[in-house]
């Protein structure tokens, strides 16, 4: 027997996706629980000292009455707004993302979602504190949590510790005074070798790309400052400036109908491994920097340093000691990661590659269940990466949810 859908709708995550989803399903007065620790992940998987990439203007969580937005948020505390030449401080966007719950969704409950499984067109939600429940949809909005990417070349070193990804640290300052390799180039790589120079650790770069990029300082403040034919041959968008970028912050729509190879290829190229203009002078000159490299092998001997082999076009492998390897190599989404999802749920899953094949709704190929986020950027493109993607994912998804109720 399947399990009656009590709650009309369930909203898993409490991150900026799933509290903009929330809010705007709460404004359209449909009946929901949602679940997770507000701000989790970005409280307990960045790294404590790291600015958002995103600028403020493009780093507010949509609520549908556009009254609980960043500047809202910070003219409530007495502070400037700021724009495109003052970064976000985590901190502040934690403390942002919570200001947002209590005001937007105050009936977040903090437990946590144990499994999730389907039978006759309806949910059935396990708590880890054992309660269970039958729901008719599910909205995932488990953010960047369970996809964290590390090379297989590194498996030789994760069974004792002497590797990790980023998301694996609040606090780097755990490093201080031990040589650190950092694996990557993008604004991960750049920014956790920054800090752990910062806080006395001993990194060292280890970059694919034979130069290091980095992000134009913005001429003004605000877009709008900017002469007029700068803004029409390259115009603002949430994504930076740019018709292609403006293309993908305001048509994810369209990006649904390109070829499957096309999407795949755009989602790596655009915005690829580069830092935010910020990072340069913490970057330039402060530590080794071994570009134009990729990891070959790695070795792990006993208690000694580990011993990484680099390839770089050189005749002999380039080896390289290190205490700790953190790669800062991004994410992957793939379903058979969704642990909470029983196995049969996830082998019904239609996907394009390893992510979920959505409908324009942001509907998986499981009628009801709906991702939102990082999952559905291989869908609708890499606006769905950051947090200004919230405010399409919301509106798509509860229109979608309330029209299906009137069926």
Not at 132 to 152: D, E, I, K, N
Not at 232 to 257: D, E, N, T
Not at 359 to 375: H, I, K, Q, R, T
Not at 382 to 400: E, H, K, M, Q
């Amino acid at each position: 027997m399947g399990p009656h859908p009590d709650i009309p709708v369930t909203v898993v995550g409490a991150g900026p996706y799933g509290l903009a989803i929330a809010a705007h399903l709460r404004a359209r007065k449909v009946p929901l629980r949602v679940f997770g620790e507000p701000m989790d992940s970005w409280s307990t998987r960045m790294p404590a000292g790291m600015f958002l990439k995103s600028t403020p203007r493009a780093s507010s969580i949509a609520d549908p009455g556009a009254h609980c937005r960043l500047q809202d948020f910070r003219a409530e505390e007495g502070r400037p707004s700021g724009e495109d030449q003052h970064p976000v401080p985590i901190e502040e966007f934690i403390r942002y993302g919570r200001w947002f719950q209590e005001r937007c969704v105050p009936e977040v409950e903090r437990e946590k979602v144990e499994r999730i499984s389907y039978h006759r067109d309806a949910f059935r939600i396990t708590l880890a504190s054992g309660e269970a429940f039958g729901s008719r949809r599910v909205v995932l909005a488990t953010g960047l949590g369970p996809y964290p990417y590390l090379p297989p070349v590194l498996d030789p070193l994760l069974a004792d510790g002497r590797a990790s990804h980023p998301a694996d640290h609040a606090d780097l300052a755990v490093f201080t005074g031990r040589r650190v390799a950092v694996v990557g180039a993008g604004q991960s790589a750049l920014e956790s070798a920054a800090l752990l120079y910062e806080a006395g650790a001993l990194p060292i770069l280890v970059a694919r790309t034979r130069k290091l990029l980095f992000g134009e300082p913005p001429p003004t403040d605000s877009p709008t400052d900017r002469p007029l034919p700068v803004r029409m041959v390259k115009p603002a968008s949430p994504l930076g400036p740019g018709w292609s970028l403006v293309a993908f912050a305001h048509a994810p729509h369209v990006y649904r109908y390109l070829p499957e190879e096309t999407r795949a290829r755009l989602l790596r190229t655009v915005l690829g491994p580069s830092g935010a203009w910020w990072l340069r002078e913490r970057v330039d000159g402060r530590f080794p920097q071994l570009t134009g490299r990729s990891l070959h092998r790695s070795v792990a001997d006993g208690e000694g340093p580990v011993r990484l082999e680099l390839r770089g076009g050189q005749a002999r492998p380039e080896v390289l000691e290190a205490d700790h390897v953190l790669s800062a190599t991004g994410y992957r989404v793939d379903v058979d990661r969704l642990r909470l999802l029983d196995p049969e749920l996830r082998r019904a899953l239609t996907c394009t590659g390893t992510a979920p094949l959505l409908s324009a709704e942001f509907e998986s190929s499981v009628p009801g269940l709906y991702f939102a986020g990082l999952s559905a950027a291989a869908t609708f493109g890499p606006v769905l990466r950051f947090v200004c993607g919230s405010g399409f994912a919301a509106r798509r998804i509860s229109g979608a949810v309330v029209a299906s109720g009137r069926r």
